[in-house]
Structure formats: structure tokens, C-alpha cells
């Protein structure tokens, strides 16, 4: 018999560490050459790990949510050759694997920060507890036909309602219902208390977590909201919609990132980028859209690549396309990094105004928010108007409040004369 201890591989882009998010083995198990060992969240995907080898599985290191170095052993498999101990290739060696699921980028951190973590065991699962037995309540219950009928509509057992007398009465049931603490009594319509559940923080979570409380830490954010009146833009987009033939069905997110492209060139401190450590500010001459999507797995941020090339049409075929792609889990890693600006939707369950997270290192992130109708008054008239209020919130250090006010207001005029976003 031989041991072969498999090393967890460079994976790439100067990742220095990966965090274990499923083991698909356990200690024991035999294990077949190119089954499926584990998945490897790193700050950009998650890696599935194969093995090299075939044989039974000794040794896992570490549990769901562990941060493995690069580098140290992953596990260790019995296999059937002569020598005693076997090493995987180094670890330099770069792994091409399939890319499940991707996140937002977070703070790298160095090997020297995180010790490599014993080898343990995967733990078998911990076995439900036997259910207890049902309290007997077969003993008869006497009481009035006012009472049973109030006992019913309470949710009380008259069976645990101990009586004073040779029956139970109003002030029995009352007496039960102050000193009993609620034990076996259930109000109608009411919900039952769940035990708690702790869950662990891991994989896609817990990248989120790290990101955003990174953010929040290190940006000074304040956040700006403007009623915009999108009334015409919407009789617009109905008419294109009307007579799209084959082409994707249009959304309002188009438009407003036309709007975003068109205004940048006269703001540019809104599309740019903050080095903490450099003290640089990078404005960019292409705005590289990022789009906050919601998945299974978490919030993801598929960017939209040149977005000031795209017209309507295009930009709506790249948004379905990019939010496919990330809710299936097949988004490519140069599909989810490289953002330079994020558009932020909740759709119809925008809210009347939202205060968004910067998704840094980027200095600013746009919310459109939910389209209500209301009457507003125009010269002396009153008029029906689709109004929907727009959130930006930026990076007090690059972007000043001046400068997000003026921005709006430039978006604001264009998409409340919509012509203009197809004007030269």
C-alpha cells in the first residue's frame, strides 16, 4: 500500500488560500481517479477538486469553512501501490478546473496569516433524537358546552386544564392560561416557535459577509435619492416593446444604463476605482458595468463589458444573458471581476428609496427604485405621472456630495426626456 497526499494546487491569480465549502468524500470511503474530492471557494469561484488517484480516502483536512493554504495537504489516499508515501505534484502547478459559482472580489490574505489546519476526520452525521412520547390525556374532562366551545377556539387541551372543583370551569381555563406559560396551549392562527438553528457561515455567505463589512469599514459612504418623473420613458419603452420583433424584451435597466454611459464623460469621478494603499484614485474611460444579481448561492455581480458601446437592445441581451449565467452558476471569472461601476435593482420590490453598499474598490453604486404612479401637479394642472425614486450612494473620499447631486441631475434630465438618450 502506498499513501498519496494530494496538495491543494495553485489555482491561480495569486490566491494564496481557499476555503473548503463541500466535502464530497469521507474518511474511509474509497475514492475512484477523477471523482470529485471537494469544492474550493477562493475570492473569485469556487474550484471543484478532483483526484488524481484512485484508493481509500485516510485523511481530510479540515471541515466545511476551513481556509486551506495553497499548498498543504487536502487528503491523503491509501492506494494500492509499493511505496509508503507518495506526493502530489507541486503546488505551483496550476489546476484547470470547472468554475461553479463566483463572488465578488474581497481582501486577499496572505499564507502567513492562516495556520494550516490538522487533518480531521469528517464527522458522521449526528443522529436525530427518539421522539417523545405524547402526554396521556385519556382521562375524562368535565366541563360546560361554553367552556369546550372556548377551550376549542383558544387551542387549549381541556385534558391539562386542572379543575378546582368537579369540573372545569371559566376560571380554571382562566388560571391555566396565566400560570401555565403557554405550555400546550396554541392560539388560533398563531405560529408555533421553531428551535433555534445556528447555521455556519461559509462559502458564498460568508464572502458576502467579509466584502461587505469590508466596505462599510473603509469607504465613508453617504447616499443620495432624486425623484425622477419616468412617465414618457415609459410610453417609450412600451412602443419599442410593441414592435421588438425577435429582440429581447426591454426593462427599464437598459435605458437608465444609456443614461449612466451618457452622463460619466462630464463626471468622471463617478467610474473610477480607490487604491486604499497606493492613495490613488484610476478614473476609467470605459465603464465596465457591474449588476448586482440575486442567485441561490448569493448576491453576485456579472459586469456588463464596455457598456457605453451597447444600445438598448444589446445592453438588455447582455443583462439576460450575464443573469443567466450567474444564477446557473456558469459565469466565467473574467464575467465577474473587473467592475468599474454597480446598478443595484430590487425590480417591483425596489422600496421607496434604498441606501446600497459600494462594492469596492469601486466608488459608487446606482439603485433605481420601484415605479409607483401618482398625481403631480403640472403648471395648474394635475396629471397622472409614473415616478420612481434613483439612489447613488459613493465614496465620500473621491466623490463629494456636490458632485453625486449634479450627476442625478444629469441622469434625471435624461431619462425624463428620454429622446435624448438616442440623440448625437
Not at 60 to 80: C, F, H, M, Y
Not at 91 to 102: N, R, W
Not at 373 to 378: A, H, I
Not at 384 to 394: D, E, G, Q, T, Y
Request: charged letters at 25%.
Amino acid at each position: 500500500m502506498a499513501r498519496y497526499s494530494f496538495r491543494l494546487p495553485d489555482i491561480g491569480e495569486g490566491i494564496a488560500e481557499a476555503e473548503i465549502v463541500a466535502w464530497h468524500v469521507r474518511v474511509g470511503e474509497r475514492v475512484e481517479e477523477d471523482a470529485q474530492l471537494a469544492d474550493m471557494m477562493t475570492d473569485k469561484a469556487t474550484v471543484e477538486m478532483e483526484s488524481p488517484v484512485s484508493g481509500i480516502v485516510v485523511e481530510l483536512a479540515g471541515e466545511v469553512g476551513d481556509l486551506i493554504p495553497i499548498g498543504s495537504t487536502l487528503a491523503v489516499i491509501e492506494t494500492d501501490g509499493d511505496d509508503d508515501e507518495v506526493e502530489a505534484p507541486p503546488a505551483d502547478t496550476p489546476v484547470e478546473q470547472e468554475i461553479v459559482a463566483e463572488t465578488p472580489g474581497a481582501e486577499e490574505v496572505s499564507v502567513a496569516e492562516v495556520a494550516a489546519p490538522a487533518p480531521v476526520a469528517v464527522p458522521a452525521p449526528t443522529p436525530a433524537p427518539e421522539p417523545v412520547a405524547a402526554a396521556d390525556h385519556s382521562r375524562a374532562v368535565l366541563a360546560s358546552p361554553a367552556v369546550r366551545a372556548r377551550a376549542k377556539d383558544l387551542g387549549v387541551d381541556l385534558g391539562q386544564v386542572q379543575a378546582e372543583g368537579d369540573r372545569i370551569r371559566h376560571s380554571d381555563l382562566d388560571a391555566f392560561l396565566r400560570y401555565s406559560g403557554g405550555q400546550g396551549y396554541h392560539a388560533p392562527g398563531a405560529s408555533r416557535a421553531r428551535a433555534d438553528e445556528p447555521i455556519k457561515v461559509i462559502g458564498m455567505r460568508r464572502k458576502i459577509a467579509e466584502n461587505m463589512a469590508a466596505s462599510k469599514r473603509a469607504i465613508p459612504h453617504f447616499t443620495y435619492v432624486e425623484e425622477m418623473d419616468v412617465t414618457a420613458l415609459e410610453e417609450m419603452r412600451a412602443d419599442l416593446n410593441a414592435n421588438r420583433g425577435g429582440r429581447p424584451k426591454l426593462t427599464m435597466l437598459p435605458f437608465l444604463i444609456v443614461a449612466i454611459c451618457r452622463t460619466i464623460p462630464q463626471f468622471p469621478m463617478i467610474n473610477a476605482r480607490y487604491d486604499d494603499e497606493g492613495g490613488v484614485v484610476t478614473r476609467y474611460g470605459a465603464v465596465h458595468l457591474g449588476m448586482a444579481t440575486q442567485t441561490d448561492a448569493g448576491l453576485m455581480v456579472p459586469v456588463i463589458r464596455d457598456a457605453q458601446d451597447k444600445n438598448v437592445w444589446q445592453l438588455a441581451s447582455e443583462i439576460t444573458r450575464l443573469a443567466e449565467a450567474a444564477r446557473t452558476g456558469k459565469a466565467k471569472v473574467e464575467e465577474l471581476t473587473g467592475g468599474t461601476l454597480t446598478v443595484t435593482s430590487l425590480g417591483p420590490l425596489g422600496g421607496i428609496a434604498t441606501t446600497p453598499v459600494i462594492n469596492r474598490p469601486e466608488v459608487a453604486i446606482i439603485g433605481p427604485n420601484k415605479i409607483v404612479e401618482r398625481p403631480v401637479f403640472d403648471g395648474d394642472d394635475i396629471r397622472r405621472a409614473k415616478l420612481m425614486n434613483l439612489s447613488i450612494s459613493c465614496d465620500h473620499r473621491v466623490v463629494d456630495g456636490w458632485d453625486a447631486a449634479s450627476y442625478v441631475q444629469a441622469l434625471k434630465k435624461l431619462i425624463e426626456t428620454p429622446v435624448l438618450l438616442f440623440a448625437d
